[in-house]
């Protein structure tokens, strides 16, 4: 385990107009584009989504190959949908026939424009989850979801759930390590075996992590008291998040986008 | 002599209704600007002790009164807690935020500090503990020494006019302890805080204005740490090793060595023997 280079999450660290942005318009604005891309009705309208995310990558200036890391993971899931909408939807203007299935033009389109919304949604959430630093993303959620508090909702301490998280993840994988080091010097086997026999193996790690993992929270639980923490009332932010001019440009851009997106659907 | 701070007044607690008294009948009073330590082997009561007077626990019997105010009425907590801060043993369960700046900014937080002043005052905190160049930093990052100053700046960015230091150099290194102990001697002489030192390290006691040593949950023995450590066999029977240099004096006193009393530091070791060879 190298525990130098933890990335939480998969945040990009650069100096950028999208990473300036305010969180809680981003998250917004990426619910607007995935709303966007299912709007598209046909592959023309995705023309204008693909040129947006090609403008808004470039001005993120993360590289291209960290946004296509994204769609590593769902490979899967992507060549699946390609190929099973290819062959088993309807159609009539046959293109080729391979005896034992025939491909259709419509099924072609479809087949792409399924893959298309599912790669663009992909690509999408990782630019908000590349440009924004997790806590920050904490912050702009607790924000946003503050108002539901009217019907008991814990936006305030599921924020702050989450930034403890955070915070524990590289400590409570040291000592990880640590513990997978004692009981390695004292004859544990981690690496062979089979999965079964690998699960197994986890187990002389996992008790004390989680003994510790308790004693750890009733620590910090003892600490935030002494330090005046009593939930989420009465308390001031050092962070205060603004819009700003940026963040209504984008607003106005997304709308926009959104617009055209419908009239090409309509139109074609 | 000054005003009190803290005092506890024949304090008892149980963790249970009807269980074993973890502190049994402690009275303790100390003044505004002094650094008081408490001695004890493990299990002697004096973490439960240090709880107990910032509200963290309320007394089964007795009262603590800190700065004029009862822990016992539920009022009071907060600015109790704010006026008497802990930093606790172990450091890292108790930094909370993932950037440095932003857990000094916790306590100013809850206690409700306007936006606008927080800056200043995190920066301030930071510089008195020499960790401002650290300020964006994560907290996993830094070695214990640096974590345990953190959680000092984050206790004293809310202003507090007592800190308790709940054995918090027992995790830490040589280096580290050396660096906590220097900063905590510096806020209690230049900035007038009042430090209650709870230790099992004896040699860290020696410095102080008063040391009280704990036993079964009682104070069995009070004074300066010269009355104290001066006669090593007085705190032997609580489990209790003196300091090395009280230890080396006594040893050399068996020798023949005509030593004076009260040798405590290396410092005045030297200085002793330097005058004995003359």
């Known amino acids: 385990m190298a525990l130098d280079n933890i990335t939480l999450g998969q945040y990009y660290p650069a100096d950028s107009v999208v990473h300036r942005m305010d969180p809680r318009v981003k998250i917004i604005l990426l619910i607007a584009v995935i709303v966007a891309v299912f709007l598209a009705g046909n592959l023309l309208a995705f023309v204008p989504v693909i040129a947006f995310l090609i403008v808004v990558t470039k001005l993120s200036k993360v590289p291209v190959k960290m946004m296509l890391k994204g769609l590593k993971p769902l490979r899967l899931i992507l060549i699946l949908t390609f190929v099973l909408n290819l062959f088993f939807l309807q159609g009539e203007t046959v293109l080729l026939d391979l005896g034992f299935a025939q491909i259709k033009q419509e099924s072609l389109v479809l087949a792409v424009h399924y893959s298309l919304r599912l790669i663009l949604l992909v690509l999408f959430s990782s630019l908000l989850t590349l440009t924004t630093p997790p806590i920050t993303l904490t912050d702009g959620l607790e924000r946003l979801l503050s108002p539901l508090r009217v019907i008991h909702f814990p936006a305030h301490e599921m924020a702050m759930m989450m930034s403890i998280a955070l915070r524990f993840i590289p400590t409570l994988m040291e000592e990880a390590d640590k513990i997978m080091k004692a009981q390695t010097a004292r004859g544990a086997d981690f690496e062979s075996g089979n999965l079964i026999a690998r699960a197994k193996a986890m187990v002389p790690l996992l008790v004390p992590l989680f003994v510790s993992a308790f004693r750890r929270a009733g620590d910090l639980a003892m600490a935030m008291e002494a330090r005046c923490y009593h939930g989420g009332e009465g308390r001031t932010r050092l962070r205060v998040l603004k819009c700003e001019k940026r963040d209504f440009i984008a607003c106005v851009l997304v709308a926009l986008l959104i617009a055209i997106v419908i009239l090409l659907g309509k139109i074609y | ?278």
């Open chain 2, 1 to 278: 002599m000054a005003e009190p701070i803290i005092a506890v007044d024949h304090v008892s607690f149980a963790y249970e209704d009807g269980g074993p008294m973890a502190v049994r009948d402690v009275s303790l009073t100390i003044e505004r600007g002094s650094f008081h330590a408490v001695l004890g082997q493990n299990g002697s009561g004096k973490s439960t002790l240090a709880k107990l007077i910032n509200g963290l626990y309320i007394p089964t019997e007795g009262h603590v009164t800190v700065c004029g105010m009862d822990t016992q009425d539920d009022n009071n907590t907060w600015e109790i807690r704010r006026r008497a801060g802990m930093v606790f043993q172990n450091p890292d369960n108790q930094l909370v935020a993932t950037i440095v700046r932003e857990d000094v900014a916790f306590g100013l937080e809850n206690i409700g500090v306007p936006t606008a002043e927080m800056p200043a005052r995190i920066e301030k905190a930071l510089k008195d503990v020499g960790m401002l160049k650290y300020a964006d930093r994560a907290p996993h990052l830094l070695s214990g020494g640096q974590k345990q100053r953190v959680a000092i700046a984050g206790v004293l960015a809310m202003a507090p006019e007592a800190i308790i230091f709940d054995e918090s150099t027992a995790m830490l290194d040589p280096q580290g302890r050396r660096e906590v102990m220097q900063a905590v001697k510096r806020l209690n002489k230049e900035q007038g805080i009042t430090v209650l030192w709870i230790t099992h390290f004896m040699e860290e006691a020696v410095e102080c204005d008063r040391a009280h040593v704990m036993y079964k949950g009682q104070i069995v023995l009070s004074g300066t740490p010269k009355e104290i450590f001066s006669d090593v066999s007085r705190i032997r029977p609580y489990r209790l090793d003196a300091p090395p240099m009280a230890r080396l004096a006594e040893q050399l006193r068996a020798e023949g060595m005509p030593l004076k009393e009260g040798i405590l530091t290396v410092d005045e070791m030297a200085e002793e023997v330097a005058r004995l060879c003359k």
